[in-house]
């Protein structure tokens, strides 16, 4: 199996799709001749031309609703935006359009939306935010968030080939850092199941993005600690067996994001485990996670509100001492 | 279609050679009546308390929704406003289903998950509206992009209001229209107000004259007028159909009704009232048919033993299942749009010819 | 003290901010000649004149964008959306223009955003939504939402009078239906603090907005158990301590809204019980919120996806048994 | 001020008595020089590392931020664009802090929290923009809501790209200014791209011709020319203090360099390029002033060691301290936005009569 960088994963498995399926197209902004802010469609455009990887006006409800109706036509648009940030700009016709129209109407919409999000490179508030839970707050989005590149290949071509609008969040700090082994040709993760990266006996770090590398780092050598690090990969579906079985395993969990603390993707896991697991717990569920506040520019103040590796270890050694 | 009245002249726009024969002509009279009876029966049913929620209707506008549809092909698509029953009627949907879905019963066009207008009958190649206006306008590029990457002849037509105009979804439609040349049609209802809001203060300048700034032509036409509307659409779906881009309608009329039940159009002038009153769409092509020596009355008749057996058999209809209630939030296969009814009278020619 | 309706308080309190301050104007969509789609501003025009009154263009981005350009020259406007729905419509300037500048750049922006929010009376998917949570999870925005008349007057003052960004929810179901007496003149209920509506000692019930009264109703007699409701009035800033001190005295809690339950409030409250008081629980944090779909329209379906006292008074017993 | 040299004529626009003297013009060529040095030094630092994050400049259309915000009366508001330094520094900010703030510093305009051109000095009558395009042109409608609603003589001045015209912002924003006919200036700065979008895949038809469609004036002037840029924002900025409404003024320049500093433009014809580089704004008006007699040189030398203490200075500023991070969220008290520096000689002899 090749290695490949995250980035190269998404961008393989794109083509793959693309070359497979003729109804997949790709829309957004400086996509085509410039292969996208990132080049994850980098000679896209001289393989499939110009109507099948549209350099879109400057204008996301436009994406969105454009890909929309391609998607209602049978076609399978994947959009990009730009950064995830942007999505802000299209949120009207995601959350109302999208997503609620097999609901209303039984029409699937078989789009995708990607997402480079995240921090970590002085992006400041408007290149850095991870959005993920104002779409697991709107009901007919699927949401997912692959953390390695075998993940985002083949999520990737789940999201694309799944009948509904599908949330695809690349973490943009991933795109060059994160490496792996990475299958040739078509494959499928399918979506709705977490994945355990580290089996553990003693504690569980619940995340996904980006935050899985830094939890496997944290929690590496723990004073010897038995650690099990759960990689959501998918927030809707939420895996939710793989996580009450693994917080009844280990007892003690640790739910792990870089998204903003409040009404986040960590408070919807430990409400979970909370209700659900309530009886196996012996300890309290910890979140670690940004807090509630946009993601600055200038590194040492970046640095202090992103969860490091020293954060998270620290917040897994209490626990394990609770 | 009344058969039994004797058939007015054929018509045409004497250019383009797009033509109404005798039985399209009548055929649009009767779902101007058609609509306007499904939906003094909903108004109806509203009162006596049968339709949960609010109740909006198109009275007064029917020419606008029956004109404009009418040029549609079966294969065309449609994005239906919350004034425009009669553009569903002309796709096919039974008037019967509208009222079911009005009162949120089971056999509703949308099985009672939404309600009002805010439906589209996937099978007869409509895709609902969402209440956030003009969100559809997109929807319809979308549709239009489909088409044109796959080099078929079809067309998306869609409808939004004045007051629409004013929102930027409104503008980021037309300019991707005019930048991709999409075979899209776009039907600009005025009607004069947005809920209470006046055209002064939607916008300073007319907007069907943004056509030109956005690289396509733009017509204004008497909305009242269904034949001058079905024509101005016509010849834009054929144009669109032949590559030629995009147009804008815009329809001049005037909401008769109250933005929805609950609204006593105090701020509305009696006056301005009256004088559109005077110009009711159907009352004026009824006597134009009249003279042409149809039997209008008999149509009438007819529309109205249609919708009195429809509102019976909606009444009928069990509402849905509780245990459904979550049912369907995510699609487990990819059902299609279908194509719709087309019943001007080109299409059964074509279809012959085929 | 009058008694006043929940709409008529909110109105009430409105006008007084207006009258008292000149900087105080209004915007909307109809909100003018219409008096607003649920008539708060009723009369207001004929008072304050159109300029204060402003009916503006179908454009909530407009709406709030102007709000905000206008805030930071220092007047104080108050927009209103007609339906919570449409908020979505103004998301980007809401999330990214009103709720990072003073982070960024030390401007304060004092508006108010009204968001007639809720279900109840088949408005189906597109005038019944609550999207509190996404604005918890957008920091830079303060969040509130009254349940009681004197409440709703009290919270609209200080929303005013912040000088922050304040998305204020205002609960359609309540408008004729709540009741109660309200202060005359101006007055402040503070942003950020619960309210006991009922003590208890047994079990806690947590909410906020129209589920209050819902939790009232339920818990009202139930085997004669001693339950606290807690209305929170206020998700951000969240009374944490209020919904720690009422969790540790009751051991058990459950936490009700009608929004939507991934990544809700309810998570948040759940999340934060099972952090901060852990060792004081008897019980399971339970949730009771609608499921995640959106709300339907006909009257069956809708009473099947909004809590109903039924399940309330359900989840309550069984945890009471636990 | 550049008080050593020959003074230039004073010249005027020949209508409207909007006058520019001799000392106007040579600080125009400064701010033009002062933006350019800037911005440079700025790249340099970047390319040493210095600059986090990535780095986006204004060459070749310093015409059009100086020629612009120039008009501007010192109670004016502006929210300026990522490639409009000179604005910044004709409202006042120093050149120092503008490096401190790419650098991250605790010193930046917004003290570390924000970076890259995304600021505003609040002291100074600046709303910093947000990414978001063109999200400023309706913060920019607020402002001018109110003005018109204190009935203050004042105007609000806001700058987009091409490529934001396509947004459905942009609209909402000129829309309502022509509805309310709010005293805002509009300034597109036509630079050919968005990104790599070029105009054709952006828009069907030139945009200023937008303006009159949404009811008022669109000039459209060469943005590589200060002066035609400030006369034509100068009799835009007085319609609206008069209470003319709104103006779209279209620069029609060329981003002389990629989006950002990672941008190769390979996607730009290398001749499109060249015959730019021969209209460079700055180089066209120093042979235009030298003409008058005026030494450029010594103007150059003065940006150039205005420039190194600032990087200095800059340079010697702490990073901001980390238990800072999370602070400032929300505000603790109101404050308000203050006036801005206005070098037009029109403010001075104003000031002078009052
Ligand atoms: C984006 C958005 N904001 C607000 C509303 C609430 N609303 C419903 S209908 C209406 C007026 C619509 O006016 P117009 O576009 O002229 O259509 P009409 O109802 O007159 O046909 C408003 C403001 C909406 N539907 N969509
Ligand atoms: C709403 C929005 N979507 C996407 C972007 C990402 N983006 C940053 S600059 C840019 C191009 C802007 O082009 P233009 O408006 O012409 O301004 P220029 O940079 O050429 O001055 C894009 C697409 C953005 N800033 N805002
Ligand atoms: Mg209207
Ligand atoms: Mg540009």
Redesign the interface.
Known sequence: MPEMTYLQAISDGLREEMRHDETVFCLGEDIGAFGGAFKITEGFIDEFGPDRVWDAPLAENAIIGAAVGAAVEGMRPVCEMQFADFVACGFDQLVNVAAKMHYRQGLAVPMTVRLPSGGGFSGGPFHSQNPEAWFVQAPGLKVVAPSTPADAKGLLAAAIRDPNPVVYLEHKHLYRRARGEVAEGRYEIPLGRARVAREGSELTVVSYGAMVHIALEATDDLDGASVEVLDLRSLVPLDREAILASARKTSKVVVLHEATRSCGVGAEVAALIAQEAFEDLDGPVVRVTAPDCPTPFSPPLERAVLPQVDDVRRACLELLAY | MATTTARPAAIDDGAAGIELTGDDRIALLRYMLLMRATEERGLTLYRQGKV???FYDGRGQEAVSVGSAFALGPRD?ACILHRDLGAHLIRGVRPGRVLAQMM??AS???A?????M?????ELGC??M????P???????????????RREPRV?MTWFGD??T????????M??A??R?LPVVFVLENNQF????PN??????D?V??A?????PGVKVDGNDVEAVFFAAAEAVERARRGGGPTLIECETMRMHGHGAH?DMR?VPRELLERWAARDPIDAYERKLRADGVDTDAIRAAVKAEVDAEAEWALAQP????????D??????????GDGEAPWSRWRREAAHA
């Open positions: 949960p929620g609010s698509r949120g019963r509703g066009v949308t009672g998950k939404d309600g009002n805010h439906f589209g009958d996937r895709v609902g969402v209440s956030m206006l969100d559809m306008a997109l929807v319809a590029c979308g549709l239009a992009i489909a088409f044109q990457m998306a007051g629409a004013a929102n930027g979804q409104c503008h980021e439609a300019n991707v005019g930048v040349r947005a809920y209470s809001t002064e203060r939607e916008f300073a300048v907007p004259r943004r030109e700034v956005y690289g396509f609204d701020y509402m849905p299942d509780p245990a459904t209630a979550a369907g939030v995510f699609a487990g296969a990819d059902p299609l749009l």
